[in-house]
């Protein structure tokens, strides 16, 4: 008997230390899973985010930015940037239409820059950059309304209302977009999306990559959409909000290259005195994601201070990450276009 209490007693202490142990390596485990999606996330928003602008106008590097989507319960934002797709541009013999709509003619046989290029076929809703090659003339915005086959001479056009930043084009020959001369080329734009989804997992939201109008493509899991239980002053949050992702935009007002504003929202608008999403120098973006299981000490904490587990008992992560927008073009409103036939 004695020896049996022994035995007990070893085991005892062995389950004990085992239960401890995975527990514990159950907890590193989530937070290492947390730190790489939360690393993997912010370096691919780095990447994106820091192109916005490459080629294009400064007005046109944010395509919009909305603060309030909603997401399950909660609200959550939304950013589209451009920049240019360098690969190939073709040369327009024309164009044609009304404002909003019309067609774009290109040269036959299609001249395509640089000549080595290969034409490709151009799917509905992808954004084209028109401007005149000869100079800085026409130049704006237009989405593909009918998918474009490769080789194909026109392409139609059912939006030129890319955003509040830029008004809407008339393609109309008797009414080109700047008033003097339409334009005589055009190039693919990219546009990626970020924001948080919550209908295909509502149990777990995740932060989604989109580019082009394409699927999403998950860049982090378990985004944190519960309301916070605690002010954080250093984050200017109250109690209630929520931190899943949140953009801040840092503002170059005065050209100098230092930041000397933050905005939670930029403001589009056609006149440039209004507008401060052409002076965007920076985007801060902030995450917060959460474990994937409920953590047991601080489920019994939450239970035992009376708070409901479901909103204390997850470990969370916040990664926060300052990306320079180091592409934007000039702030002259003719802005210069580098051709580089190498790219």
């Not at 939360?38 to 909305?66: E, H």
């Not at 009918?146 to 392409?155: N, Y």
């Not at 401060?276 to 973006?285: F, L, P, Q, R």
């Amino acid at each position: 008997m004695v020896g049996l209490a022994v035995v007990f007693l070893i085991l005892s202490g062995t389950i004990v230390f085992l239960i401890a142990h995975a527990r514990l390596t159950s907890g590193s485990f989530d937070r290492g899973e947390i730190q790489r999606g939360g690393r993997a996330a912010l370096s691919v928003l780095a990447d994106k985010l820091g192109s916005a602008g490459l080629g294009l106008p400064r007005m046109l590097a944010i395509k919009s930015y909305v603060p309030n989507v909603a997401c399950g319960t909660v609200v959550m934002p939304k950013l589209e940037v451009a920049s240019l797709d360098f690969r190939r541009e073709w040369t327009l013999a024309g164009t044609s239409g009304a404002a909003g709509t019309g067609t774009l003619t290109l040269a036959n046989p299609i001249t395509l820059t640089p000549a080595v290029a290969v034409d490709v076929p151009i799917p509905v809703g992808r954004w084209l950059f028109l401007y005149q090659g000869a100079g800085p003339g026409a130049r704006g915005m237009a989405a593909v309304g009918t998918a474009r086959g490769s080789g194909a001479l026109t392409v139609a056009v059912d939006s030129t209302n890319y955003s509040t930043a830029q008004s809407t084009l008339d393609l109309a020959v008797t009414a080109p977009i700047n008033g003097t001369v339409n334009p005589t080329a055009m190039l693919l734009v990219d546009v990626n999306t970020f924001g948080v989804n919550c209908s295909d997992n509502p149990a777990h939201p995740y932060l989604y990559w989109q580019e082009n109008g394409g699927s999403q493509s998950v860049l982090a899991n378990n985004i944190d959409t519960r309301p916070l239980t605690a002010a954080n002053p250093g984050l200017g949050l109250a109690i209630g909000d929520v931190l899943g992702l949140r953009f801040r935009f840092l503002l170059d007002t005065n050209g100098d290259g230092q930041i000397d504003a933050t905005v939670a929202q930029p403001s589009f608008n056609t006149d440039p005195s209004v507008a401060t999403n052409d002076d965007v120098a920076a985007i801060e973006v902030t995450l917060r994601i959460r474990s994937e299981n409920m953590d047991p000490q601080l489920k019994q904490g939450c239970l035992q201070r009376g708070q409901d587990p479901a909103l204390c008992a997850y470990r969370v992560e916040e990664f926060t990450e300052v990306i320079r927008l180091s592409n934007l073009n000039t702030r002259a409103p003719d802005y210069i276009f580098v051709h580089n036939s190498a790219i």
